[in-house]
């Protein structure tokens, strides 16, 4: 039989040719999608590219960038600035406001020097961040048997109260507190002083370290007036902290004879009753000198000093404050 005609007159063909044509096209299209399915499961097999783990790796490794802290760094300009000159001999020193950080005056800045029991800012910061006053710390042999200055009536295996630590630790300077505390908070020494280090580096405080917890060692724990600075303003904002430095004296009770601790302020601005001072810290080490974190407040105006190694520290911190008042009365 021949090919047939349409209507129109064209050809249509035999009824083999197109069979043999979906046949083929069919086959095709499985082949194609055996093919593409076969390479879905190759990179399935095989993971993530290597451009995508270097990516999720990155990712991982990545640290956000910590930058020293703008408070007790940024230098005063023009008038703002104090023209002060000590006579006596100091190695470092800054005096700024309060509030803001900024610096009104200083001397060799970024000097970085063993700061003593100016150390005990910080472990103060710590303790107060891990703990509650109304604790109780055990006193145990590391903290009878310590060195330097002390609270030294601590009474060996019992239980005191945590805040009277905390006065004993800032008022007299006490380093069985110290020890005591740090126990209390990271059960060892070592522990807490890691702690501190710690809290030292994501504040950004680019020239502290710490080695030991009351800072009565002369190697290891040191810092620059700047980044002192940032630790007495981070004193002076705990509520707490800002009412035991700026005590002159406290009376607490404790388990002892008598059922009473009093404590005495070192801090030469309170002994002597300068006007509006409220804190902050003292030192002492043959290394370090006569150190001082002093602040004292009159209505609106708040200024502080750092010093380092000091040859008076009361009298240098007195025309450094007194300079900053009298320039802000100017104002």
Same mark, same amino acid.
């Given at each position: ?32 999608? !055996? $093919? /593409? &399915?076969? %390479? #879905? @499961? ?8 290597? =451009?995508?783990?270097? +990516?999720? *790796? ?104 945590? !805040? $009277? /630590? &905390?006065? %004993? #630790? @800032? ?8 020890? =005591?505390?740090?126990? +209390?908070? *990271? ?104 150190? !001082? ?21 009361? *009298? ?16």
């Amino acid at each position: 039989m021949g090919p047939i005609l349409t209507p129109g007159g064209s050809r249509v063909g035999s009824r083999r040719e197109p069979i043999a044509h979906w046949w083929l096209a069919g086959l095709v299209a499985v082949a194609l999608a !055996l $093919a /593409l &399915l076969l %390479g #879905l @499961m190759a990179g399935v097999a095989a993971g993530p590219s290597s =451009a995508a783990l270097a +990516h999720r *790796a990155g990712s991982r490794v990545h640290r956000p960038t910590i930058h020293p802290p703008t408070y007790g760094w940024t230098l005063a300009r023009g008038p703002q600035r104090v023209a002060v000159g000590l006579k006596l001999g100091l190695t470092s020193g800054l005096l700024f406001n309060v509030r803001t950080g900024t610096v009104l005056w200083s001397r060799r800045p970024d000097r970085v020097l063993p700061i003593a029991s100016l150390t005990k800012m910080m472990t103060a910061l710590i303790v107060v961040a891990h703990s509650r006053p109304t604790d109780r710390v055990l006193i145990t042999r590391q903290a009878v048997h310590f060195s330097g200055s002390g609270v030294g009536l601590l009474p060996l295996g019992k239980r005191v109260p945590l !805040l $009277a /630590l &905390l006065y %004993g #630790l @800032m008022l007299p300077s006490g380093n069985d507190a110290a020890i =005591a505390l740090a126990q +209390h908070v *990271a059960g060892t020494q070592s522990h807490f002083v890691a702690l501190m280090n710690q809290q030292a580096r994501s504040w950004g405080l680019r020239c502290t370290h710490f080695s030991s917890v009351s800072g009565i060692l002369d190697q290891g724990n040191h810092a620059c007036v700047g980044d002192l600075a940032f630790l007495a303003h981070r004193v002076l904002e705990q509520p707490l902290l800002a009412r035991i430095v700026g005590s002159r004296s406290a009376i607490l009770p404790f388990p002892i004879k008598g059922r009473r601790l009093y404590l005495y302020n070192n801090n030469p601005l309170l002994v002597v009753g300068y006007p509006g001072a409220d804190g902050v810290k003292t030192g002492f080490t043959t290394a370090a000198g006569v150190c !001082l974190v002093a602040t004292a407040r009159r209505g609106q105006a708040w200024f502080g000093v750092v010093l380092l190694h000091s040859a008076n520290d009361l *009298a240098q911190a007195q025309t450094l404050l007194n300079a900053a008042f009298a320039r802000d009365g100017r104002s």
